[in-house]
T-cell receptor, first 112, second 111 residues
Framework: SAVISQKPSRDICQRGTSLTIQCQVD?????MFWYRQQPGQSLTLIAT?????????ESGFVIDKFPISRPNLTFSTLTVSNMSPEDSSIYLC?????????FGAGTRLSVL | QKEVEQDPGPLSVPEGAIVSLNCTYS??????FMWYRQYSRKGPELLMY????GNKEDGRFTAQVDKSSKYISLFIRDSQPSDSATYLC???????????FGGGTRVLVKP
């Protein structure tokens, strides 16, 4: 199995600022993903983080708002840019190994 | 209509009872089925992983897949208060394909 560490675990940010979330996997995974989860809701896929190339974004999510990096097989970052209160949510990093997908504990973001 | 439907609950049961959870789906191409457990303020944790139709048992947990009915189930025997969590089903049609999640069912096991 893979253990996924995310930081920060939570943050409170001001409108218009940006926050970068870091994700570290303890072993190599073939794919990494970023999800958003509103309280009491299911997971919405933001993008697939591709190693050494641009991320693949889902409909409704754009690179300018959610830039993603994945410099190697075990690390990725998600930036939430120019934040507004609507960005308040839980952001989850996920890694997949042989179709088994593991999740980090999430970053709880509140935007004032 | 959502691709994967799951009753949001909450499902409240007394300690020791059997918890029965299910999801229905519309895409007949789905072949890989998972159940995740998510405690409050935590990330989802994989409980069960099954391929195609049939049953799989792991301790108190049993997963069933009926592809002909496009219906999957998770049973928790001898439920404990520590089983109180949200349970999410997820599925995909090929390894490497993105997962499609159900909305999650909140379960409360009362002592």
């Amino acid at each position: 199995s893979a253990v996924i560490s995310q930081k920060p675990s939570r943050d409170i940010c001001q409108r218009g600022t940006s926050l970068t979330i870091q994700c570290q996997v303890d072993s190599q995974v073939t794919m990494m993903f970023w999800y958003r989860q509103q309280p009491g809701q299911s997971l919405t896929l933001i993008a697939t983080a591709n190693q050494g190339s641009e991320a693949t974004y889902e409909s409704g999510f754009v690179i300018d708002k959610f830039p993603i990096s994945r410099p190697n097989l075990t690390f990725s970052t998600l930036t939430v840019s120019n934040m507004s209160p609507e960005d308040s949510s839980i952001y989850l990093c996920s890694g997949r190994d042989q179709n088994i997908q593991y999740f980090g504990a999430g970053t709880r973001l509140s935007v004032l | 209509q959502k691709e994967v439907e799951q009753d949001p609950g909450p499902l409240s049961v007394p300690e020791g009872a059997i918890v029965s959870l299910n999801c229905t789906y519309s895409n007949s191409a789905f072949q890989y089925f998972m159940w995740y457990r998510q405690y409050s303020r935590k990330g989802p944790e994989l409980l069960m992983y099954t391929y195609s139709s049939g049953n799989k048992e792991d301790g108190r947990f049993t997963a069933q897949v009926d592809k002909s009915s496009k219906y999957i189930s998770l049973f928790i025997r001898d439920s404990q208060p520590s089983d109180s969590a949200t349970y999410l089903c997820a599925m995909n049609w090929a390894a490497g394909n993105k997962l499609t999640f159900g909305g999650g069912t909140r379960v409360l096991v009362k002592p």
